[in-house]
């Protein structure tokens, strides 16, 4: 199957620091990533979605300046949380798009993100 | 607005079965599914099911859909403990909605 990975898995920060998390699809092309945030006995809420070549679309109460989303080809997307905070402290997971057929969104293991 | 609600928790024994449910709120949704999220590991779609079907077996895995009532519910046959795993429903509105998941524990 379609494989998603992301880098790092795991990061710990100081406050105020900025923080890339990559998102790759390895094994086709995603024109549509999305970015998700999973916070402790939480569902996954979605950030924001990425469309290559094209700025991304952020939901409703995500700061677009905060969490910065550069999607340059078809295999990469990448998610800064600029100036990090404690309270940004989560889990943040994406997806890549395949296709547009029902099974065809795959997600990445998640990045744990911890700003002391 | 779309809201997914499914119990927290759930414990079983190896070799019984497991019934997750959920409740959805969005009515348009087109399909609806089930993922499993291990220790470490990303979100694996484990089966979905299209919102004019009532039911659809897989394997060890069936599906249950109440239209009226909005209900969906996961049935697990003969559970094994590599099924414990957080266990996520999910609509599709105009986005993918997500439950906050249910822990599967299963015990030996």
């Known amino acids: 199957g379609a494989v998603v990975s992301q880098h790092p898995s795991r990061v710990i920060c100081k406050s105020g620091t900025s923080v890339k998390i990559e998102c790759r699809s390895l094994?086709?092309?995603?024109?549509?990533m999305f970015w998700y945030r999973q916070f402790p006995k939480k569902s996954l809420m979605l950030m924001a979605t990425?469309?290559?070549?094209?700025?991304?679309?952020?939901e409703q109460g995500v700061e677009k300046d905060k969490f910065l989303i550069n999607h340059a080809s078809l295999t990469l997307s990448t998610l800064t949380v600029t100036s990090a905070h404690p309270e940004d402290s989560s889990f943040y997971i994406c997806?890549?798009?395949?296709?547009?057929?029902?099974?065809?969104?795959?997600f990445g293991p998640g990045t744990r993100l911890t700003v002391l | 607005g779309e809201d997914v609600e499914q119990s927290l928790f759930l414990s079983v024994r190896e070799g019984d079965s497991s019934v997750i449910n959920c409740t959805y709120t969005?009515?348009?949704?087109?399909?609806l599914y089930w993922y499993k999220q291990e220790p470490g590991a990303g979100l694996q779609l484990l089966t979905y099911i299209f919102s004019n079907m009532d039911m659809k077996q897989d394997q060890r895995l069936t599906v249950l859909l109440n239209k009226k009532d909005k209900h969906l519910s996961l049935r697990i046959a003969d559970t094994q403990t590599g099924d414990s795993a957080i266990y996520f429903c999910a609509e599709k509105g105009s986005t993918l909605t997500f439950g906050k998941g249910t822990m599967l524990l299963v015990s030996p």
């Open positions: 990425s469309n290559e070549g094209s700025k991304a679309t952020y």
């Open positions: 094994d086709f092309q995603a024109t549509t």
């Open positions: 969005d009515s348009s949704s087109t399909y």
């Open positions: 997806s890549a798009r395949l296709g547009l057929a029902v099974n065809e969104q795959f």
